[in-house]
């Protein structure tokens, strides 16, 4: 029988204790699993509250944006037409000969009052793509030249439209401005020659999603 050492048997004790506190680690207690979940668990609901809140500010300020140039589309075509029918036989809306339906036979500002169509359109009748559920209204009215808030009983010369665009969430947009018989879209030109009073884009991506706006020539919409 082999006889161990004082030395040899204080190792071998020394081993044992350091066997009994450093056990080896075969994996994870259900406590440390539990902890992990809850922890994990909070960091996913937080990101998904951040990421929730930068998509729903970014649909808003979309949406805001195609409200602003679909009335300002729409604003910039009406400031062009004529501020009255010189054979005007009605006093607000399309004539004898213009259909109610057809905008590209209108060609006064009052053939836009009370005026409304779901979804947009072009002037010459092709629906705006990507905006089915929005819709656009007018109200064109009388205005007094002193103050425009206030409706005359009669035709001072000035005329406040306004373009309403709601959105699919029932958001709207309104736009207004001021048709002067005075101002410098009325008057005739001194020579023949074409004139360009409004500026329209629209953009296509390959996925077929588009964006449209448009905007009057600032030199030419100064009206008031």
Not at 18 to 36: D, K
Not at 95 to 112: A, K
Not at 189 to 197: E, K
Request: a negative charge.
């Amino acid at each position: 029988m082999r006889h161990q050492s004082p030395a040899d048997a204080g190792c071998s004790l020394l081993n044992v204790r350091c066997s009994m506190f450093n056990p080896r680690r075969a994996g994870l207690t259900l406590a440390e699993v539990a902890i992990s979940t809850l922890i994990v668990g909070l960091m996913m609901v937080a990101s998904l509250k951040s990421v929730g809140g930068v998509y729903t500010t970014w649909t808003a300020a979309a949406d805001k944006y195609d409200g602003l140039s679909l009335a300002d589309q729409l604003l910039a075509e009406i400031m062009q037409s004529e501020y009255e029918e010189p054979d005007a036989t009605v006093a607000f809306g399309p004539e004898i000969g213009e259909d109610v339906t057809v905008r590209s036979l209108w060609d006064d500002v009052d053939d836009y009052a009370a005026w409304s169509r779901t979804p947009p359109a072009t002037k010459s009748g092709p629906v705006v793509p990507g905006y089915d559920d929005w819709t656009r209204t007018t109200t064109v009215q009388l205005a007094s030249v002193t103050d425009p808030t206030v409706v005359p009983a009669s035709d001072e010369g000035l005329k406040l439209i306004t373009v309403t665009v709601t959105d699919p969430d029932g958001n709207t947009t309104i736009r207004q401005a001021l048709r002067s018989r005075w101002g410098s879209l009325q008057q005739a030109p001194l020579v023949d020659g074409t004139w360009v009073t409004e500026v329209d884009i629209q953009l296509t991506t390959g996925s077929g999603a588009s964006t449209s706006s448009a905007a009057s020539i600032p030199n030419a919409a100064e009206d008031f």
